[in-house]
């Protein structure tokens, strides 16, 4: 499958979709239209029961995405409704990119500031080439970085180095990023696609409902940490960990990686989503 919407590729090969924000004569900025396609493009994905593992990145060599399009700035915030409507749309579409059942990965190259380093972080997982940059922003345009893009950058790495990158609006090299906690893994820039191409492979060949449960459930966790516990949360029949857990012991891939386990044979798990009876 290959489609294109918005500014967004979205092709599906072997499991593992992935999703480009192409633009890269505009150095991958997110425009309004851009945001607000990402929930259906992630409902696409998340629904598809031939998709593993979800990669977010960039076109191009220069960046995974500088961030929002300035150009569109006098327009979108023209009015108090404009306004509105875009922070909507940009929280929107990074929850939509949060919440999805499968497993997103960013993979970032070249710059990831603003808005782009609000996407990747509301990614599962965060590889960076050795050449990449992080930045944020908004002190040097004269806005405030958004409420959750800030609330999961403290998560990330603290209070005191959240201020330090938001007050100063520095560029920071993927071995700072790495040592901070900004990203998870950083690799060669030439070896970025296959580091990540492997590590999607390993999580296709293993259990789609324990990966999935892991996600939910630690999604749970994030939630009742920050703001009680919550309904809906990544994935599952109703969205909630509950259901995982009840369901734990009688899906269909922990019967087959019991009895794989128990004859020595690797386990070839089948379970694909809640529209297949555990």
Not at 266 to 273: D, E, I, Y
Request: net charge negative; aromatic share 6%; hydrophobic share 45%.
């Amino acid at each position: 499958m290959h489609e294109r919407v918005a500014g967004f590729d979205l092709a599906v090969n072997g499991g593992v979709a992935t999703l480009t924000v192409n633009r890269p004569g505009k150095h991958n900025a997110l425009t309004l239209d851009m945001w607000l396609a990402l929930p259906e493009l992630m409902a696409t994905v998340g629904a598809d029961p031939e998709v593993r593992v979800v990669v977010v990145t960039g076109a191009g060599s220069e960046a995974f995405s500088a961030g929002a399009d300035i150009a569109e700035f006098a327009q979108v915030f023209s009015t108090p409704e404009g306004t509105a409507r875009f922070n909507a749309a940009v929280r929107s579409g990074n929850l939509a990119v949060e919440r999805c059942p499968k497993p997103t990965i960013a993979m970032i190259h070249g710059l990831c500031v603003g808005g782009g380093c609000g996407l990747a972080l509301h990614c599962d997982l965060r590889f960076a080439g050795s050449g990449s940059r992080f930045g944020i922003t908004p002190a040097k345009l004269g806005l405030v970085y958004p409420l959750e893009d800030t609330r999961r950058l403290v998560n990330h790495i603290g209070p005191a180095r959240a201020k330090d990158l938001l007050f100063s609006g520095r560029l920071i090299g993927a071995a700072e990023a790495l040592a901070i906690g900004l990203v998870d893994r950083v690799v060669g820039d030439t070896e970025l696609g296959a580091a990540v191409k492997d590590y999607a492979a390993t999580l296709c060949g293993l259990s789609q409902f324990s990966i999935q449960a892991a996600k939910c459930i630690v999604q749970s966790i994030q939630d009742a940490a920050q703001d009680g516990p919550q309904d809906g949360a990544a994935g599952g029949p109703g969205g909630d960990a509950e259901t995982f857990l009840a369901h734990a012991a009688r899906n269909a891939d922990f019967v087959e990686g019991r009895d794989a386990f128990l004859v020595k044979r690797r386990p070839n798990f089948t379970w694909r989503g809640w529209d297949e009876e555990p």
